[in-house]
């Protein structure tokens, strides 16, 4: 790393530090009062376990646990990848047919009325207990953030700017490439962000009606046993999967657009 760049990074991560302070205290100080509360309490375990008991119970049983997360990883990206694919399409399709538009973006608002709850257990029924009802309820919880983030980016594009390429001559599809979509990069992000979380929850919540493995099924089982340790435990790895996932994005919009990172001016 050359010397001119280190003092940029330390910048950064000084930026991103002071940042996520706040919220780290504020998880210490819960954690304490919930540590605290079961110790004057005397609360039964099977009530509400110590943060301490649902940590050293989850490392206990860490093999399964871990299990159970990879398939619930799995069936969490294939279903995003198809939610992320399905999106991409739907938005381009309708920036270039305008009729389309006021077709469809009422059909994607209704999709989101459609309680997830309900819909689940039907897909379980229709679809039965592999992979292929896991997904659609994953895309159907996170498909409608991405297209209307990348369907309201496309319309945000400067005008004058796609007005000087069509007068250059420059066809539909240029003026789309460029100056539509790099428009609509950061709004897509902020999207993919929002979908990617409502992805782990689906995947969870799709394994808990109905699933041979992952942390939904495993918090279902443990339940019904009386371990909510390990339901917490469980809780635990599914926000730390959702955490990971989240800031994996920030990764991956440094790579495919770092302008748009660097128009952020941290507060």
């Known amino acids: 790393m050359s010397t001119s760049t280190r003092p940029e990074v330390a910048t950064r991560w000084g930026s991103v530090t002071r940042r996520a302070l706040p919220a780290l205290a504020v998880v210490i100080l819960l954690v304490a009062a919930w540590q605290i509360y079961v110790d004057v ?7 509400l376990p110590s943060p301490g008991r649902v940590l050293s119970q989850g490392w206990n049983n860490r093999d399964v646990i871990s299990g159970h997360a990879l398939s619930t990883l799995q069936v969490t990206l294939i279903g995003f990848s198809v939610s992320l694919a399905l999106a991409w399409i739907l938005a381009v399709v309708v920036d270039f047919s305008p009729w389309l538009s006021r077709a469809l973006v009422p059909l994607f608002v209704v999709s989101q009325t459609l309680p997830i709850i309900a819909i689940a257990p039907l897909m379980i029924i229709w679809f039965g207990f592999g992979l292929l009802p896991k997904v ?8 409608f953030p991405m297209t209307i983030g990348l369907i309201e980016g496309f319309a945000a594009a400067d005008r004058e700017a796609g007005a000087l390429l069509r007068s250059m001559g420059a066809s539909r599809w240029q003026e789309f490439r460029y100056v539509r979509l790099p428009s609509a990069i950061p709004r897509f992000f902020t999207a993919l962000r929002i ?7 689906g995947a969870v919540f799709s394994e808990y009606v109905g699933a041979t493995s992952g942390l939904g099924i495993y918090m279902s089982t443990q339940k019904n046993s009386f371990r909510t340790d390990l339901v917490l435990a469980a809780v635990l790895v599914t926000a730390l999967i959702s ?5 994996l994005t920030f990764a991956v919009e440094r ?7 660097s128009e952020r001016t941290p507060r």
Not at 136 to 143: E, H, R, S, Y
Not at 195 to 201: D, S
Not at 243 to 247: A, G, I, P, Q, S
């Open 243 to 247: 955490v990971t996932l989240y800031l």
């Open 195 to 201: 979908g990617i979380t409502y992805a782990v929850v």
């Open 41 to 47: 309490s005397g609360i039964r375990p099977q009530v």
């Open 136 to 143: 659609l309820v994953i895309a159907l919880a996170t498909f």
């Open 255 to 261: 790579v495919v657009a770092p302008w748009a990172l």
